[in-house]
């Protein structure tokens, strides 16, 4: 079991290497994020142990069930799943860094009023839907810069980037297509200069399309089934696909 972990980040690791080296890009500016939805504590802790830092979980339940046996291991812990503004307060309870899901004013103000209240401040990726899915959460892609500067007028959320889940689709142009709307929007607020805005991350891309998600400017590689295995429930449970 551990040996299959390890297999399996080594070789996820070198297509990362691979992708990086065919596009020219510096490989210290990707990092691997290990999406750990469903993934007991003791498979997720060999990776950890092995020199992996970066994890996420989707749901706030899975972070506070998870929280007491990873804290003793030094990582840092993303939000990737819809938030729901009645988790707020929960999931701030579980040195969460940074919240890659952020894909409505009316959430960022919640969480801001939060935060002000717990004196905190916390990263944000805004999540675009570049893929015009209805099933699929995030800003539409119109709506992504105005969405960023109302953001930016909320001190204590730290914009760093965007995020986008993209097409699963076997068609590498279809993928790609996504991939380069959130990077051309992301070129778009670059050149605004938008006060209290960062735009170095672009979290983007997954197993399946990693090497797109490169070639395309990714600084975070999200992956799961193909380091910890495959999970017993489908997609949607974890994305909670169609619920608003």
């Not at 899901?101 to 944000?124: C, G, P, Q």
């Not at 689709?169 to 778009?188: G, M, P």
């Not at 910890?228 to 619920?243: A, L, M």
């Amino acid at each position: 079991m551990n040996e299959e972990i390890l297999q399996n980040i080594a070789a996820i690791q070198e297509r990362i290497n691979n992708a990086c080296k065919e596009n020219g890009r510096n490989r210290n500016e990707v990092k691997l994020l290990l999406a750990t939805k469903t993934v007991p504590t003791d498979r997720i802790k060999i990776a950890l142990q092995a020199g992996q830092t970066l994890i996420a979980e989707n749901k706030v339940q899975e972070l506070k069930e998870k929280y007491e046996v990873l804290k003793v291991i030094p990582h840092t812990n993303h939000f990737i799943g819809h938030l729901q503004t009645n988790k707020i307060k929960d999931l701030l309870k579980y040195d969460v860094s940074c919240i890659q899901s952020l894909d409505r004013l009316n959430l960022a103000e919640k969480l801001h009023r939060r935060l002000l209240f717990e004196n905190k401040t916390i990263e944000v990726l805004i999540q675009v839907n570049t893929s015009f899915e209805e099933s699929k959460f995030g800003t539409s892609p119109d709506n992504a810069i105005e969405l960023v500067k109302q953001v930016a007028q909320l001190e204590t959320l730290k914009i760093k980037g965007l995020m986008t889940i993209g097409l699963f689709s076997a068609e590498t142009e279809k993928v790609r297509k996504c991939f380069r709307l959130l990077k051309d929007i992301q070129q778009q607020i670059i050149a605004l200069e938008i006060p209290n805005v960062e735009m170095q991350e672009l979290s983007m891309g997954m197993s399946n399309d990693l090497e797109t998600a490169i070639a395309e400017g990714a600084t975070i590689i999200r992956v799961g089934t193909a380091i910890f295995g495959k999970r017993i429930y489908p997609d949607s449970y974890y994305w909670n696909e169609g619920i608003k």
